[in-house]
């Protein structure tokens, strides 16, 4: 199954990589991935991990997300199997989130997981 992204996310990645080329000059229509990992670390022992990248290898699993390129080092999926990156926009706080279903615990300030 993997990872993938909502419509909403999907169009929030979009604008942020349209103010990555406006303001840094990268090349429009660039080979941009969002990728998403995990790292160790926080206090329940994992943390996500996502940023752009721009090359990807046979180790990844790429997908198109609603026109959103999306790269997962499949050494990564026992972690994140299943997981939907959503974007939050509220009055208290705002960003993207992760509902994984191999999550068993976190943390209080929800930034890090384990499974």
């Known amino acids: 199954m993997g990872v993938t992204l909502t419509e909403k996310?999907?169009?929030e990645v979009k604008k942020v990589i349209e103010?990555?080329?406006e303001e840094?000059?990268?090349?429009?229509?660039?080979?941009l991935v969002l990728r998403v990992g995990v790292q160790g670390g926080g206090c329940s022992g994992f943390?996500?991990?996502?940023?752009f990248d721009t090359t990807t290898s046979e180790r990844d699993r790429v997908v198109d997300v609603y026109?959103?390129?999306l790269a997962v080092d499949?050494?990564?999926?026992?972690?994140?199997?299943?997981?939907?990156?959503?974007y939050?926009?509220?009055l208290e706080k705002r960003g993207f989130v992760f509902n994984n279903p191999n999550v068993v615990k976190t943390?209080?300030?929800?930034?890090?997981?384990?499974?």
């Open 19 to 21: 103010k990555m080329v």
């Open 74 to 86: 499949k050494k990564f999926d026992p972690y994140l199997d299943g997981t939907v990156v959503d």
């Open 107 to 115: 943390c209080g300030c929800g930034s890090s997981f384990q499974v």
């Open 9 to 11: 996310a999907a169009n």
């Open 67 to 69: 026109g959103v390129r």
């Open 88 to 90: 939050y926009d509220g």
């Open 24 to 31: 840094q000059g990268l090349p429009e229509g660039g080979e």
């Open 47 to 51: 943390s996500y991990s996502l940023g």
